[in-house]
């Protein structure tokens, strides 16, 4: 009905976006009922201020009469004039008008100052309570994205799309809504006033609704296009500040303040340049409105005139006409005015339904693993990237026991990442297929896969809160014994008991209060406490200097007690202990065997191993 509705005004995206934003809101039907219940009697406030100026001029400041009407005739409709008259003389026929007039007026203006105060209240409320939900579904939606959308995505344009996209979506829905719906009412009542004081000189007031809709229409469309750009440009920016904020000890230390100045600039000129023009498109339309509404007064007024001399209109008459005109713009503008609001609140909702809307990490398996034995193996395993012609992997085959060590090493950009991201199903092979215990990868249900992975990276990320709760998080259900029990076997319980805090000291953004070699351990009593059977270490100390390495190498070497694991490492103090190392080139297995063994063979890995970053 909406799409039908609004098919000259909308297109269909912007109308289908109306209608799930709508969605949200139909929940709250009864807080819906009675803001448009208030905003009736806004409007109707509104219009009876415009017509008690006629009875005011033409009775309030003539004699009073001590005669009351007298009921005329029978039936219903009798009944109801005998008691507008009634109403009407009691206010304007007696004395008491000196003080009854100021305080009916006063009644009034409390009456329409509570109606208004409940209508912003209630749909406020709405929009609040929507906006909580909306961005609720939106994180949702961003657990369950697949790897490869926020790998491609900055951090920042998915902060923008909660905070800056939600926001306008449905702040401006709400607003739209408020002015669309008291506006709209006042509009009606003030019109149904004009007609009932002078139906000729409102057919003239009228001329002018059709004359402003054409120039909202095209101002819409103007707006549409630089508020989209302008939109682009804000998360552009934000990305900007996020980068060399998070970046800062890199632009520091290679002086990149001024491109970092010189960036920033760019993309912040590029957004007053959308600013002015939407400035300037904005600044034009009141005035051109205004300007429409002016002829259409004067020729009111030059009417009016011409009536006043036959004798067709009364001064209280046509000054309650010329009010409820004038009252009659502020609504009418407020309206033409809809396109600023309404185009960003389209936009903006296109952002976040394109968000929501984005197809999540697909999960086909059926099968519930409660522990597996960590055997692996890869047949015939192809990975071609999008933006790249050589293969990542070509035609790889492997095959893993339970509880063993595997070693994987070469060079750069030979694949060994993209092999480990293949097993909790970060990435998919182009073709073949990877087993864990007998069973293919894509028909072990995502959480039961990955509740049998446990990973150690070099790129540890803990959260900004407890030393205690980023180790629970791998299990929530831990006591603190098993959290203990991690800390003991990760090297760290010694420093837990020296801090005042105990285990409840706050570590600080991604662990910043920690050095690296403690942040390393508290990621390796996580994956103890976890008690996966399979576990990943990539590059786990990489960036440790010799005395941290040997207090996580203890700790790597008590979780890799009876798990099956594959090492990702560069240094031999890793790898050689393995009992298996894999040496992989151009995504191809090369050489594997035990360190002994390879280095006996004189091949890529003794040439490897002979490199300054090995030892």
């Known amino acids: 009905m909406l799409r039908n509705l609004f098919s000259n005004l909308f297109n269909i995206k912007d109308t289908q976006n109306f209608q799930r934003l709508m969605s949200y809101v139909v929940i709250y039907k009864w807080r819906i009922f009675f803001a448009l219940l208030a905003t009736v009697g806004v409007a109707f406030t509104e219009s009876y201020l415009a017509a008690f100026i006629a009875p005011l001029i033409n009775q309030g400041f003539s004699s009073t009469s001590n005669t009351p009407p007298i009921l005329q005739g029978s039936g219903i409709f009798a009944y109801i004039k005998q008691l507008y008259a009634t109403l009407t003389y009691w206010i304007w026929g007696t004395p008491a008008k000196v003080w009854l007039v100021p305080t009916f007026l006063i009644v009034l203006i409390i009456f329409r100052g509570i109606c208004r105060y409940i209508s912003n209240y209630e749909l406020s409320w709405v929009g609040a309570v929507v906006l909580k939900e909306v961005r609720g579904l939106m994180f ?194 407020n309206l033409s005015n809809l396109s600023t609001p309404m185009q960003r609140m389209f936009v903006a909702a296109d952002m976040v339904f394109e968000f929501i ?148 000291m706050e570590i600080g953004n991604n662990g910043n209060q920690l050095s690296g070699g403690q942040r390393q351990r508290l990621s390796i009593a996580r994956a103890i406490l976890k008690d996966a059977p399979l576990l990943i270490l990539d590059e786990a100390t990489s960036a440790l200097d010799n005395e941290s390495e040997r207090a996580v190498q203890q700790a790597l070497e008590h979780l890799m007690q009876g798990r099956t694991s594959i090492i990702i490492a560069h240094r031999l103090s890793t790898i050689q202990k393995a009992d298996r190392i894999i040496v992989m080139n151009e995504g191809q297995i090369v050489e594997q065997g035990t360190h002994e063994q390879l280095l006996a063979q004189n091949g890529l890995y003794a040439h490897l191993s002979a490199l300054p970053s090995m030892t």
């Open 140 to 333: 949702h939606k961003m657990l369950h994205l697949p790897a490869k959308y926020q790998s491609s995505h900055p951090s920042a344009f998915a902060s923008n799309r909660f905070l800056l996209d939600a926001e306008a979506a449905i702040g401006n829905a709400t607003s739209v809504f408020i002015t669309l719906s008291r506006d709209s009412l006042t509009v009606l009542g003030l019109v149904c006033v004009l007609l009932y004081l002078n139906w000729q000189l409102c057919l003239i007031v009228l001329l002018i609704f059709p004359i402003l809709g054409l120039l909202s229409r095209y101002f819409r469309k103007r707006l549409r296009v630089l508020n989209q750009d302008s939109q682009l440009k804000l998360k552009s920016l934000a990305h900007t500040i996020h980068e060399t904020y998070d970046g800062h000890k890199v632009v520091k230390l290679y002086g990149g303040e001024s491109h970092a100045e010189e960036r920033f600039a760019a993309e912040n000129n590029a957004i007053l340049r959308f600013t002015k023009k939407l400035a300037q498109a904005t600044s034009a339309k009141s005035p051109i409105s205004e300007l429409i509404a002016s002829l259409a007064l004067a020729v009111v007024i030059f009417i009016a005139l011409w009536q006043s001399q036959h004798g067709i209109t009364t001064v209280g008459e046509f000054m309650a006409f010329i009010v409820a005109m004038m009252q009659l713009i502020s609504p009418l503008k």
């Open 357 to 504: 809307d984005e197809p999540s990490e697909s999960n086909t398996g059926t099968i519930k693993l409660k522990h597996s034995t960590g055997q692996l193996r890869f047949e015939h395993i192809d990975l071609s990237y999008d933006n790249q012609t050589r293969k990542a992997l070509n035609d790889f085959n492997l095959e893993i026991k339970a509880g063993e060590k595997v070693a994987l090493i070469g060079r750069s950009g030979s694949g060994k990442t993209s092999l480990i991201n293949m097993l909790p199903r970060f990435i998919e092979p182009s073709s073949g297929v990877i087993y864990l215990d007998s069973h293919k990868l894509n028909d072990i249900d995502l959480a039961s896969l990955r509740q049998q992975i446990a990973l150690v990276s070099q790129d540890v990320f803990l959260f900004n809160d407890t030393l205690y709760n980023n180790i629970a998080y791998s299990k929530p259900n831990a006591t603190p014994k098993d959290v203990e029990h991690a800390l003991k076997a990760a090297n760290l319980w010694d420093f837990v008991q020296d801090n005042p805090n105990g285990w409840d």
